[in-house]
DNA sequence: GATATACCGATGCGTTAAGG
DNA sequence: CCTTAACGCATCGGTATATC
């Protein structure tokens, strides 16, 4: 343990009585503790409300305790116990560390910051922030949600409450950090505040280097009456006697259930998923086709396709099968996109084109399914009957993308597109080496300054602290641009659109890969998520299958907080269905949810993990992915790879080994995840230009 | 692997109120 | 009124854990 220059030295008065001090373990019973007696309890006290917190954890509402008198110990109590810190199962309400006091508080008294972006963990308790800043922290929480707050960002409705801490206000006066910030601790000024009338936060704004007693300091207080004379130490000290101390485990941390939002669609997965493949098709092979910005917006939407996208798409498509078919269907492709790209854009037209079309060529040329029924309208729809929507073009646009890819050009993209990437990771990996250099001589520019001036007259520390922190940030985002447009660089070359991953319940992640937008949608926009580039999308049942395997992990988020929303009757409702994540908070939120009930369970399910490399990234294509079979076909699509991930496990694996590749397989989850949620962050802040 | 943060026990000193 | 007991507030330093 620490050996502070206090336990040293010669022991002052106050060690002496504490050390003589005998403290009783109190059970916890309004009418037995080690508090005082107060009849009546006294308003004037500044203390009676505190006493709520301590008592060893026990939470009494009036201060009823009998204070021990010394003649009662020696009869009651034989045996010395240390006092301890409050331990957890002193809270059963749950428990937190105060970020002014660092003491273990009742969860019940604590304020949390909700400040989101840079997302504040920090937590202050009821007391610190009445005595520390004059906050009334009951009055945040009674104050709840502004409506339009609780409107658009649903991860406050946890806290229920919106509050930025002192220290997201750069106002917080706790010694951390006072000395981050390169000034002396405050010591104990709330006694002065009080007697002031004050806070200690308005204290400092009067005089910032104002301190009250510091521990370890000697007399800093003159005695009203006689001077205190210090009494010889005891012969035997308490700290003979300690035994090897036994460090408690530490408190293990419910990591809390993200908020599972529908997705208000009606699209099954194979629909959504023609869809994803439709668009990340269209993005990754613009670059040989001629489709305008406003067209790959709406490829975004997934429930609708305007007619106009339509016509655009389909003579594109047609243009890329033209390129590389036969002579005769060359010609009669170009014929029909003559006559398509002087119609209107009627889809029942361009349908009506497609017909002719194949029956010019033939179905051995050129094949592709009826469209959809009509969601609408009351119009049966069959091989050149009516079509209402563009929308019910999707499979027949799935099967001339399908025809596209087997075209020589669309392969020779694959093959320049797998060139451009290697050259865009040589590229990134240098910017940031040149970066990381380029902070490195700053960051060593700036110390030598510090070392040159520190303590001299006119060395201003505030001053440099703050040009240490802004030259910091200025490298860190410069990093952060440079990783994620090349992680666009990446996903727009990408040779095969595939979901992130499966979680251990069976649920499958995506999400798109991103062009560069117009306008970044406002967060209502995105909260609505109607627009499939700008969420996480999640295909599965929120709670965990019946599968022995995965409803342990499940069934607990069942029960959490989060879940306790009222909604009976779930087992009927717990249908496999689309959920959405916009929020990149809420996105990070759910790796750290899935790695909490996942890869912890898997490991202690299935026994010791071997150490090894994580599983790629599947989400992230990297350079040596290009040059494969080409895009996402049905056939091969990687969508079986994935969902089978978990079962189609080597059947000569040893149990360790199918643990470790589950493990694996969840942290590359938990990795992408995280990875996207920062990446989508960034598009939100406008790509860095929104940073300081 | 380095750094930041959380957590915890030890310690100093002032305040409050019961009891002698 | 003085002494004593029992806190209350705050810092420090070490270690575990999380994050970069």
């Known amino acids: 343990m620490s050996s502070t220059p206090a336990s040293t030295k010669a022991t002052p008065l106050s060690s002496v009585k504490r050390k003589s001090i005998v403290y009783v373990d109190i059970p916890p019973s309004p009418l037995h503790g080690s508090g005082r007696m107060f009849p009546t309890p006294p308003t004037s006290t500044p203390l009676s409300p505190k006493a709520l917190f301590h008592n060893r954890g026990v939470i009494v509402d009036i201060p009823v305790l009998m204070k021990k008198r010394k003649s009662e110990d020696s009869e009651e109590v034989p045996a010395k116990k240390k006092k301890t810190a409050p331990k957890l199962q002193d809270f059963p309400n749950g428990s937190f560390n105060c970020h002014q006091c660092g003491k273990r508080r009742d969860i019940n008294v604590e ?3 909700t400040r989101l972006f840079p997302r504040c963990k920090t937590k202050y308790c009821y007391t610190c922030l009445k005595n520390r800043y004059g906050q009334d922290a009951s009055e945040v929480k009674k104050r709840g949600l502004p409506m339009d707050i609780l409107s658009r960002q649903i991860n406050f409705l946890e806290c229920g409450y919106v509050w930025k801490c002192p220290k997201c206000s750069d106002t917080c006066n706790c010694s951390h950090c006072r000395k981050a910030k390169g000034l002396e601790p405050t010591g104990n000024l709330t006694l002065v505040a009080k007697k002031a009338g004050n806070s200690v936060a308005a204290l400092l704004a009067q005089n910032p280097n104002a301190t009250g007693i510091l521990p370890g300091k000697g007399q800093q207080v003159v005695p009203t009456k006689k001077e205190k004379v210090p009494k010889e130490p005891k012969a035997s000290s308490s700290k003979d006697t300690t035994e090897p101390k036994v460090r408690k485990p530490r408190k293990k941390v419910q990591v809390p259930e993200p908020t599972w939002v529908e997705v208000p669609t009606d699209l099954d997965r194979a629909e959504t998923e023609d869809r994803f493949m439709l668009r990340e098709f269209v993005l990754r092979f613009s670059p040989i086709m001629d489709i305008s910005a406003k067209h790959l917006e709406d490829l975004d939407e997934f429930d609708t396709m305007s007619d106009a996208c339509a016509k655009a798409l389909l003579m594109n498509l047609l243009g890329l099968i033209a390129a590389d078919a036969e002579p005769h269907v060359q010609t009669a492709l170009k014929r029909t996109i003559k006559k398509i790209s002087g119609g209107g854009i009627n889809p029942n037209a361009l349908w009506t084109n497609l017909v002719s079309l194949r029956d010019q060529v033939g179905p051995s040329s050129l094949s592709f399914p009826d469209p959809t029924p009509a969601t609408t309208g009351t119009l049966r729809t069959r091989a050149g009957g009516g079509i209402t929507q563009s929308v019910q073009l999707i499979p027949v646009f799935i099967a001339l993308v ?5 075209g020589a050009s669309v392969r020779a993209e694959i093959e320049n597109g797998a060139k451009d990437m290697k050259d865009a990771n040589r590229d990134y990996f240098a910017a940031a080496r040149e970066e990381n250099e380029r902070w490195v001589a700053e960051k060593k520019e700036l110390t030598e300054e510090k070392t040159g001036k520190e303590g001299n007259e006119g060395w201003d520390a505030d001053g440099w602290t703050a040009k240490y ?8 985002t410069t990093l952060e641009n440079l990783e994620h447009a090349n992680e666009r660089k990446l996903q727009s070359n990408a040779p095969r659109f595939q979901p992130l991953g499966k979680d251990a319940d069976g649920r499958i992640y995506y999400v798109s890969s991103a062009h560069t937008p117009k306008k970044v949608p406002a967060a209502d926009d995105r909260a609505s998520m109607k627009k499939w580039s700008w969420f996480l999308a999640v295909w599965g049942r929120r709670k965990a299958e019946d599968d022995p395997e995965t409803s342990k992990a499940g069934s607990r988020g069942t029960d959490s ?24 908070m809420e996105i990070k939120k759910l790796a ?3 790695a ?10 299935d026994g010791r993990v071997k150490d090894g490399k994580e599983g790629r990234d599947k989400g992230h294509a990297h350079a040596d992915d290009a040059g494969g079979d080409g895009f996402l076909t049905r056939a091969s699509s990687p969508l079986s790879d994935v969902s089978d991930s978990g079962e189609k496990m080597d059947m000569d694996k040893t149990p360790v080994d199918i643990a470790g590749q589950k493990v694996s397989n969840m942290k590359a989850l938990v990795k992408a995840l995280n990875e996207y949620a920062d990446f989508l962050q960034w598009r939100v802040d406008g790509e860095g230009k929104g940073k300081n």
């Open 402 to 406: 399908e025809a596209a890819i087997q």
């Open 111 to 113: 304020l949390r910051c």
């Open 561 to 584: 907080a989060a879940n306790d929303d009222g909604d009976e009757g779930d087992q009927d409702d717990n249908e496999a269905r689309w959920w959405g994540f916009s929020d990149p």
């Open 596 to 605: 909490s009930t996942s890869i912890g369970e898997t490991k202690e399910k």
């Open 469 to 476: 922190k802004a030259s910091y940030k200025r490298h860190k």
């Open 592 to 594: 750290k949810w899935l």
